[in-house]
């Protein structure tokens, strides 16, 4: 895909004495959709906040939009919906809008006034991910697929360059995680969007990223594209990570 | 009907009142929300030892109660960041500590004990110009900040983790508000006293999330119930011979209630 706008090298971090990254290296590309797997507790959504700079790694160089993360302040381009998106307080009393207008913080800075032009941006995310006739309702009353779709607008309204996932399609049923990755689909190829999801679940995934990232025994893998390989061979390598890597070896 | 309003001490009691009846709410909604609701509780313990200190020292005991309650606002960010997971625990620490600071200083000097019974209960019919000054100008910085900082206070209460990747200075504006808070409390003390301040910050926020259609409505309505509570507890304050602060408290809690009641018997049509 197109250039770096994220450029990891030799990332150490761990919690105790233990490494959850021992050495992690590899970049995003703009326009990638890029997956990252591996099984529950190697160290996805670690990495991840140390992509966002929630995480210092204590080894190791993070360079987000050829800026190091320590000076990036550009956030406005970077969405990120963690994985305990939906798990907010589901009386808080704030409608969609409310809740989307919120991320519009990097547009208008501190103290500053949403105005009319921001409330049309407001408008456009929520019509691009099909939940603009829900603007007025409280967010507490959404399903978690509508939910979902609500955080990923609240995303839009930044105008980011790159969207990262945390275990997006966790607790949604079927029929939405499939209106979900179509979703994904339009924002990476129409509107240009490079987006990373982080996820335990190869499956829901392999036939729809460019590139897939393994995460094993501290360590990340790049897998060549499913087209190149095919989903079996790509789904073979990753079951053999998942049976704690006894036989698997890169 | 209204000849008690030509009474200045009335006058003043319904200003100081009115102008308590729109901060607490405004505040209350954030804390809340934020399921902090406890966190007025303790500031006010501590401003009760800022009051005690002022009585001891010879100065105006709500500057006491201003410095004492943010310096309790302050202690409970510093230690939220230290138990992050268990954020009330911050809370209940300070709370110990101002109660155990307010009775050392109490037991020290036993003369002013009567002085400072109007503030445990509350004494709106005693509110001097002093007082409405303060009251004033403590509420105007309180609302003008909240309207400055609106979307991020919001943004704060609703996703942490969430307003911190956006760029917000999260931890700064904490601390902010935090000690807006404290602010809020002390211009509360003198009309509803100390035991009863924290309940006009929580009980009209709950009688509006009852009912309403987002944020912004929640704490219209939540100042709307405050205002009514204000007024009711206070025309019943005088003509029943009752204590206004209690009276203001209970109007809320009745209000509560009733809002309850109707809604469940709305949904049943």
């Not at chain 1, 087209?227 to 704690?244: I, V």
């Amino acid at each position: 895909m197109g250039a770096d706008i994220v450029k990891i090298e030799n990332i150490v971090f761990g919690y105790g004495k233990t490494n959850v990254l021992d050495g992690v290296s590899t970049s995003i590309g703009d326009g990638d959709f890029m997956g990252i797997v591996g099984p529950n507790g190697s160290g996805k959504s670690t990495l991840l906040k140390i992509f966002l700079g929630l995480l210092k790694p204590q080894k190791g160089s993070v360079r987000v939009f050829d800026t190091d993360i320590s000076k990036f302040n550009q956030w406005g381009k970077i969405g990120y919906i963690p994985q305990k998106a939906t798990s907010f307080n589901q009386g808080f009393p704030a409608t969609v809008e409310e809740v989307v207008s919120a991320n519009l913080y990097p547009k208008v800075g501190l103290a500053g006034t949403i105005g009319r032009n921001h409330r049309e941006k407001v408008d456009n995310a929520l019509r691009t991910v099909g939940m603009l006739e829900y603007k007025k309702r409280l967010i507490g009353r959404l399903s978690g697929g509508q939910q979902q779709r609500v955080f990923i607008a609240k995303s839009l309204v930044s105008d980011p360059r790159l969207i990262f996932m945390d275990e997006p399609t966790v607790g949604i049923d079927q029929k939405s995680e499939e209106s979900f990755y179509e979703l994904m689909d339009f924002l990476n190829k129409e509107k240009g969007i490079t987006l990373v999801i982080v996820t335990h679940d190869i499956g829901a995934i392999d036939r729809r990223v460019n590139r897939v990232l393994c995460l094993s025994e501290g360590r990340l893998h790049e897998h060549d594209c499913t087209l190149d390989q095919g989903t079996d061979k790509l789904k073979e390598d990753y079951e053999k990570h998942n049976r704690a890597l006894i036989t698997h070896r890169h | 009907m209204l000849e008690l309003l030509s009474f200045e001490f009335m006058q003043r009691a319904f200003a100081a009142g009115l102008l308590v009846a729109v901060i607490c709410p405004v505040i209350g909604t954030f804390i809340v929300v934020r399921r902090l609701s406890m966190i007025g509780d303790t500031l006010s313990h501590a401003s009760l030892a800022g009051i005690a200190a002022g009585m001891l020292g010879g100065f105006y005991p709500l500057l006491g109660a201003l410095v004492f309650s943010i310096a309790a606002a302050i202690g409970i960010e510093r230690l939220r960041k230290k138990f992050s997971q268990y954020a009330e625990l911050s809370i209940s620490i300070v709370l110990s500590a101002g109660i155990g600071l307010a009775v050392v200083l109490i037991s020290l000097a036993d003369s002013f004990n009567a002085d400072l019974m109007s503030y445990l209960f509350g004494s709106i019919i005693a509110v001097s110009m002093l007082d409405i000054y303060i009251i004033l100008t403590l509420s105007v910085i309180i609302l003008v900040s909240v309207r400055l900082f609106y979307k991020e206070f919001f943004y704060i209460s609703f996703d942490e983790e969430g307003a911190e990747l956006a760029g917000i200075p999260v931890s700064a504006l904490n601390m902010y508000f935090t000690v807006l808070t404290a602010m809020a409390i002390v211009v509360s003390m003198r009309v509803v006293g100390m035991l009863l301040v924290s309940s006009l910050m929580v009980v009209p926020v709950a009688c509006s999330m009852l009912i309403s259609k987002s944020f912004k409505n929640t704490i219209v309505i939540s100042v709307a119930v405050a205002v009514l509570s204000v007024l009711i507890g206070l025309f019943t304050s005088y003509y029943l011979d009752l204590a206004p602060g209690g009276s203001i408290v209970l109007t809320s809690v009745l209000m509560l209630l009733v809002v309850s009641v109707a809604k469940r018997v709305f949904r049943m049509q």
